[in-house]
């Protein structure tokens, strides 16, 4: 059969279930290829695939047999300003295909350092269920293993990891060895829990080769909980602030106060604050929140100005 391929969302980041389907397809026998409507000419099936809501759908006539449209990407509408996850829509790989060795090739012209990167989940789920995120909806409020390094590494200098929370996993340790045991460079690309941090946890973490660690906080309300978090963290692992980037999530429940107040926490704990707006293209030009974002994540900046209303 000819099968076709279509990454919606563009090629900036390796599509994991378009490289699954590759593989799948091309130990059947199957040709496969990215879809181009000028020159691929007639498809059995063609795969489309999108990450992304706010990504536009493609535009262009498909001449196939059968079109099939996955990922989470169409399955979120913007309800009342939030995301709704519509779990009827959502169309989940079969096993065969979804515990398959993906074909990192399909990328190798188009994303160079996918030669040298392995991409994969070893956990899913995630036991927070926060509004603003549609993964618990997507895939349950408990986070669960679901993979071995292996069965999307070998040997790769790179893993990046796209788990939404591997610290809440009570199969986090044997897991943790595991990215140890690799000696490769490890990103968990989605940041790590800092109310699910242990000592534990810390030290394993330690051991593995990061350039840069990401956490979250999100919720203003949390700050009896992940101060002292972070402040074991940095204590254990004695890592410069280059190396430790939190996500700070506003223009959703805090106000600026609050936003500012743990952007200065961060700061004196010896983290990097990022700051992460919700629904940014719903504000105007010009606002408060913009200005904060661009005055924390310019971080020349936000280093040579030490308070904001110095920056403003």
């Known amino acids: 059969m000819k099968i076709g391929l279509i990454d919606v969302d563009g090629h900036n980041f390796p599509n994991l279930p378009l490289m699954k389907i590759s593989a799948y397809h091309k130990a059947k026998g199957d040709s496969v290829e990215w879809y ?87 956990t899913r789920g995630c036991p927070r269920g926060c509004d603003f995120c549609h993964v618990a909806d997507k895939e349950g409020i408990c986070s669960v293993k679901v993979a071995d390094l292996n069965m999307f590494w070998r040997g790769q200098k790179n893993i990046v990891l796209l788990d939404p929370n591997i610290t809440a996993c009570r199969w986090w340790r044997p897991l943790f060895q595991q990215l140890i045991d690799s000696k490769a460079w ?80 961060l700061r004196d704990l010896g983290y990097w604050p990022y700051v992460m707006i919700y629904n940014k293209e719903q504000l105007p030009k010009g606002h408060i929140t913009k200005r904060l974002q661009r005055w924390v994540n310019m971080r020349a900046v936000f280093e040579t100005v030490k308070n904001f209303e110095d920056y403003l």
């Open 36 to 122: 181009e409507p000028l020159w691929s000419g007639h498809m059995d099936i063609v795969y489309m695939s999108k990450v992304f809501s706010n990504t536009l759908d493609y535009q262009y006539y498909i001449d196939a047999d059968k079109v099939i449209k996955g990922g989470s990407g169409y399955c979120i509408s913007l309800v009342d300003g939030k995301e709704v996850f519509d779990k009827l829509k959502d169309i989940e790989l079969p096993c065969e295909i979804e515990n398959i060795y993906p074909d990192y090739s399909i990328y190798y012209d188009l994303i160079p350092e996918v030669k040298d990167t392995a991409y994969g989940f070893l």
């Open 186 to 265: 490890i990103d968990f690309s989605q940041g790590l829990d800092i109310r699910m941090m242990t000592e534990e946890k810390a030290v394993m973490l330690k051991q593995m080769k990061i350039k840069q660690v990401h956490f979250a906080w999100d919720r203003y309300k949390d700050k009896d909980i992940v101060i002292p978090k972070f402040e074991m963290f940095k204590k254990i692992t004695q890592w410069d602030k280059r190396k430790l980037s939190v996500y700070v999530l506003t223009n959703f429940d805090t106000t600026h106060e609050q936003d500012l107040e743990r952007i200065y926490t």
